[in-house]
């Protein structure tokens, strides 16, 4: 398969899939260009950034992004900020259905109300066009998507030519998601669920999900890199002829991300939904339009969703298709390295404690955008570039939440190396 696509990339481009990363990421001078970026993630539960708040990769505790989603995202070898994010998750990438992942995005959702399944849309978008902004051959970007769609995952759609374009397809279908049933709330405890003076539900409840989502400003900060998570025998998948309550467990615990439900209860509830057991079979069964709007997303019931593959390099930074690969640096240009400390103009950044916005990165790189692109910058500057997760109802245009990767360089990478330092005396 890997050579039909080699062939497909060649003559509908002219792109060769044989094209170093390596080379791509070094300059004219031989230098590594990927030390000129530092990768930061925030999460918010919308676009707008004075809402986005600092994520800590690889924490063994979930982001709340509202009292309906909970995120957690992992990514192999992470060396980005914040500089205590430990460095790997062993007992999720050491799981052999894990073995070959780069990272993980999963969330905890509990619907609002009762929704079709085709109704939530998970996707990628970058919030310009890369074709204009970047010099991007528009028929890359179509060949690649073909290439997805057709030998990855059949689900997706995408629209390379608008001003913002995204992909997104079904999350409840998508070919490298799984998809556990959780619990659900009881009627009297959706309709007025107990909570404290910050909304959180008192401790010892046995409506665990619901509690998981809670906002929970003041959880302990992510063990450093250089003591990373251990692993347990709890983390691991248990035998699936042997019946299994997962229903005390906490997201993003792994076994709560592996395809299934987490009680009796849950089970009986996927089952009457007709979804097979199977995450291939449950995928193709969910591939149907019809079937995902008969599967309805129960109000008060926590799903949890994980999707993760291999197709991001986070360490050279580049896009991995079967059969070539992209190397952004190619075309985001060779950044700059970040000036020596108070060397460089501070920009004012709106915080809230250790977990501070990003509202000020745009000003930042917009100030950047205007000087002379680097030889090997070509059209995409130097500033900082993103792109985002995001979880959204296409009916009713609802976004539940938004996960921003931006790759930080010069100014703004100084700034966020500081604010670091600050918060958790990070190098």
């Known amino acids: 398969m890997a050579s039909m696509i080699k062939d497909a990339v060649s003559s509908a481009t002219g792109h060769s899939s044989s094209s170093s990363t390596e080379k791509a990421n070094t300059d004219s001078e031989g230098h590594d260009k990927t030390k000129n970026f530092r990768l930061r993630i925030t999460a918010g539960p919308t676009y707008d950034k004075s809402l986005q708040r600092v994520l800590a990769v690889n924490s063994p505790e979930a982001h709340p992004v509202s009292e309906n989603v909970a995120v957690s995202l992992r990514i192999r070898d992470y060396d980005g900020l914040p500089s205590t994010s430990p460095v790997n998750v062993p007992e999720y990438f050491e799981l ?4 070959k992942d780069t990272f993980s995005v999963a969330w905890a959702f509990t619907p609002p109300h009762d929704m079709p399944a085709s109704n939530l849309y998970f996707g990628i978008d970058t919030g310009h066009n890369p074709i204009r902004k970047f010099g991007i051959s528009k028929s890359l970007i179509n060949t690649a998507f073909k290439i997805v769609k057709e030998f990855i995952d059949p689900s997706l759609s995408c629209d390379a030519g608008v001003d913002e374009p995204f992909v997104r397809g079904p999350a409840v279908a998508g070919a490298t998601t799984t998809l556990c049933v959780g619990d659900r709330q009881g009627p009297a405890e959706s309709e007025a669920p107990p909570t404290g003076a910050n909304g959180v539900p008192p401790t010892g409840s046995e409506q665990q999900a619901p509690a998981h989502l809670s906002p929970n400003p003041d959880a302990a900060s992510p063990p450093s890199r250089s003591s990373p998570p251990t692993s347990s025998p709890s983390s691991r998948k248990s035998s699936a002829s042997t019946p299994v309550d997962l229903s005390g467990l906490v997201f993003p615990d792994p076994q709560l991300l592996t395809e299934g439900a987490t009680s009796p209860e849950a089970q009986a509830h996927r089952k009457s939904a007709g979804l097979p057991s199977d995450p291939a079979k449950r995928r193709k069964h969910l591939n149907s339009e019809s079937h995902r709007k008969e599967f309805i997303l129960q109000k008060g019931r926590t799903y949890y969703f994980d999707f993760s593959n291999g197709y991001i390099d986070w360490k050279s930074y580049a896009l991995k298709l079967p059969g070539f690969s992209v190397p952004v640096l190619k075309y985001l240009g060779g ?6 400390p108070g060397s460089s103009p501070q920009v004012g950044v709106e915080r809230n404690g250790s977990a501070g916005s990003v509202e000020s990165e745009a000003q930042s790189a917009q100030g950047q955008a205007s000087a002379p692109p680097s030889p090997e910058g070509k059209k995409g500057g130097s500033g900082s570039h993103k792109v985002r997760f995001f979880l959204r109802d296409i009916a009713s245009e609802e976004v539940y939440f938004v996960i921003m990767c931006t ?21």
């Open 407 to 427: 790759l930080l360089t010069g100014a703004d990478l100084t700034q966020a190396l500081e604010e670091d330092r600050a918060v958790n005396g990070g190098s």
């Open 335 to 340: 950044g700059k390295p970040p000036p020596s």
């Open 96 to 99: 052999p259905e894990h073995s």
